[in-house]
């Protein structure tokens, strides 16, 4: 019979010399499945790159035009309410709005936002969680109407939009980021030498801008700022699993 024991992964040295760049998916897969590692064992988080938000939209004619009018039409049609989802944090961002709601929504699955904004724009579909750099062109175009951002913050971009968490779901944040990961084990002058070269990189005036153009701020922390930052988002999306009952595969 076959160890029931995580694989030790990376097999690499922890010498600096391996490193690779995870999602907000490295998070939530410890949720969702049965890795053949441990996320935070086995991983070394080195920086944070950068943090992306999520808009929560709605078709333009949707009846529900607020965080509050929303929460109050899922709670009012329990079930009814459906939601487009496409893995990760988009889907869970939605899981994560009905359990503090006190209502269940409907999960509509999709591969992607490309094939999910037809519908949506449609009405097949009710609600979607999505990256901002996604729905951004649709909601200046009018094709959607944004009702909040999941970022702690309002957003420059759309600074008269606000935040899930003024709408009334206090501490309510859900974002996509980007990370710098080696073996675990690795030397902490060598996984600060690598943070603090990718902090001074995202110091270049041209590297901000270009982030920011895509909707995404910098960030460049260190190793234990990063490594905090993802047992927190392992932590967070494992609750969310547990109270929508979905199963660990």
Request: hydrophobic fraction near 45%; aromatic fraction near 6%.
């Amino acid at each position: 019979m076959a160890s029931s024991a995580p694989t030790r992964w990376p097999k690499a040295a922890p010498d600096g010399h391996t490193l690779g760049f995870v999602s907000v998916n490295h998070a939530v897969n410890a949720a969702l499945y049965r890795t053949p590692f441990d996320t935070l064992r086995d991983v070394a988080v080195l920086t944070q790159i950068y943090s992306v938000p999520l808009l929560l939209v709605t078709r333009p004619d949707f009846p529900a035009r607020s965080v509050a009018e929303l929460a109050a039409l899922v709670k009012a049609k329990p079930g009814e309410i459906t939601f487009a989802g496409t893995g990760g944090a988009v889907h869970l961002a939605a899981e994560m709005f009905a359990h503090r709601a006190g209502a269940a929504m409907t999960h509509v699955p999709y591969r992607g936002s490309t094939a999910a904004h037809p519908d949506l724009m449609g009405g097949r579909v009710d609600l979607m969680f999505d990256t901002l750099p996604a729905v951004l062109g649709h909601v200046q175009t009018g094709k959607l109407r944004a009702i909040a951002t999941t970022a702690a913050q309002r957003l420059p971009l759309l600074p008269e939009l606000p935040t899930v968490a003024e709408g009334g779901f206090a501490g309510f944040e859900a974002s996509t980021w980007g990370a710098i990961i080696g073996p675990a084990g690795l030397p902490g002058p060598v996984a600060a030498k690598i943070a603090a070269d990718a902090a001074a990189q995202l110091q270049q005036v041209s590297v901000r801008e270009r982030i920011a153009a895509l909707g995404a701020t910098p960030v460049g922390s260190g190793p234990e700022a990063a490594q905090s930052f993802v047992r927190a988002e392992v932590e967070k999306w494992q609750a969310v699993v547990t109270q929508a009952g979905i199963e660990k595969q």
